[in-house]
């Protein structure tokens, strides 16, 4: 039986796509550190304070697409630490040089700062959590991991096979609240401008609703 993660990120099951590929941008937030709030100069335990970590948002996914069009599930998002400017460095100096396979193999070294479970199952280890203070005082929060693949996926070796990331992305208030979506299977490269690009295989990211702090 194919486990809750590779369910949650598989690229050919529930997430099934329509062959056509939809090209996009997040302005880089998850792998550029010059765009968040500088974390050398302060503690672990001041990032955890500033933040308000740990914390557990819940919220609502739904399909904008292909086979998952119209579809919903609940999630939980698990926010536990944050990626330091440091490691994120270090993935960005990974994924310059090595491409997409280096930056998966510089995650794999990382403990999981985050996860990401359907409602009612364990869920998954998200590798990189970065947070941006908003001028409202809520928060933009980022979390990216190299997906698993399920030995069908594998064995078929097909397309879905190059999108090795998968990514959430939060946007909430002062209170907790917000939107945000969730793109399970996608690919991150570094374009001919020098700019951190991500495709998404296949739809839409998934559209998160009803985002409140649960904890």
């Known amino acids: 039986m194919m486990s809750c993660r590779n369910r949650l990120f598989n690229g050919?099951?529930?997430?099934?796509?329509t062959?056509?590929?939809l090209r996009f941008y997040l302005l880089a937030i998850s792998m550029a550190p010059a765009l968040f709030t500088p974390c050398k100069?302060?503690?672990a335990?001041?990032?955890q304070e500033q933040f308000g970590l740990p914390a557990q948002y819940a919220a609502t996914a739904f399909g904008q697409a292909g086979a998952s069009a119209g579809k919903s599930f609940g999630l939980n998002i698990y926010v536990?630490?944050?990626?330091n400017d440091e490691q994120m460095e270090q993935l960005?100096?990974?994924l310059t040089q090595k491409g997409q396979d280096g930056l998966v193999k510089a995650m794999d070294k990382l403990k999981d700062a985050g996860r990401l479970a359907p409602n009612g199952s364990v869920g998954t280890g998200m590798r990189v959590v970065?947070?941006?203070p908003t001028k409202d005082g809520g928060q933009h929060i980022v979390l990216t991991t190299d997906r698993p693949m399920s030995f069908p996926e594998l064995y078929r070796s097909g397309r879905s096979t190059q999108y090795k990331i998968g990514i959430v992305v939060l946007n909430v208030d002062k209170d907790g609240k917000g939107t945000g979506?969730?793109?399970?299977?996608?690919k991150i490269k570094i374009n001919k401008n020098k700019q951190v690009e991500i495709e998404n295989y296949g739809q839409k990211p998934f559209r998160l609703t009803n985002v409140y702090r649960a904890k």
């Open 130 to 132: 970065r947070i941006r």
């Open 41 to 43: 100069a302060q503690t």
């Open 19 to 21: 062959g056509k590929y």
């Open 80 to 83: 536990d630490s944050v990626t």
């Open 45 to 47: 335990a001041s990032v």
């Open 12 to 17: 050919g099951s529930m997430f099934a796509t």
């Open 92 to 94: 960005m100096a990974a």
């Open 181 to 186: 979506t969730f793109a399970p299977v996608c």
